[in-house]
C-alpha cells in the first residue's frame, strides 16, 4: 500500500502493538495502492480511522473528499453535495473503512491528476478531530 512517508509505515505497523506509546492524535490516513495508474492496475481508497485512544470518541463525522480539475465529489456516493460517514464510536485502535472498492483501473483518453483528501469532524461539523490526510493520484 502506498504511504506518504517511511515513517506513516513505521508508525502504522506499531500501532498493532503499542497503539498507546505511537500516536498521540486521532486522524484518517487514505490508503491506496499506488500513485500513478494505468489501464488495468488495482485501485481501491480505503479510510484508515486512527483513535489513540483512551476515550471512544463518540459521534463523528468521516469526510473523504475527491477533488477531479477544481470540481469536488464526496464519499460514500461521490456526488457534488456534500455527504459524509457517521461514525458513531470510534473505539481506540485502527478501525478501516472502504471507501472505493477494488477494481480494475480503465483505459482512459488522457492523463489528469486527481486529489483525496479525509478528515474526522465532530458531529456539528465545527473542526477537525485530529490529522488529515491528503493524497494526489494520477493516470494516463
Not at 472505493?100 to 489528469?112: A, I, R, Y
Request: hydrophobic share 45%; aromatic share 12%; net charge negative.
Amino acid at each position: 500500500l502506498y504511504r506518504r512517508s517511511l515513517d506513516l509505515a513505521v508508525r502504522d505497523a506499531r500501532i498493532l502493538l503499542k497503539p498507546e506509546t505511537l500516536v498521540t492524535q486521532p486522524g484518517v490516513d487514505l490508503e491506496m495502492p499506488l500513485l500513478s495508474y494505468h489501464a488495468g492496475d488495482t485501485f481501491f481508497c480505503n479510510a484508515a480511522v486512527i483513535n489513540p485512544g483512551p476515550e471512544t470518541i463518540q459521534g463523528s463525522k468521516l469526510w473523504v473528499l475527491l477533488e477531479v480539475a477544481s470540481a469536488f465529489f464526496y464519499a460514500p456516493g461521490f456526488g457534488m453535495e456534500p455527504e459524509w460517514i457517521t461514525m458513531d464510536d470510534i473505539h481506540t485502535g485502527t478501525q478501516l473503512v472502504s471507501i472505493l472498492p477494488e477494481f480494475k483501473w480503465p483505459e482512459t483518453s488522457s492523463p489528469l491528476t486527481a486529489r483525496f483528501y479525509g478528515a474526522l469532524t465532530d458531529a456539528a461539523v465545527t473542526g477537525v478531530i485530529g490529522t488529515w490526510d491528503m493524497v494526489e493520484i494520477s493516470w494516463d
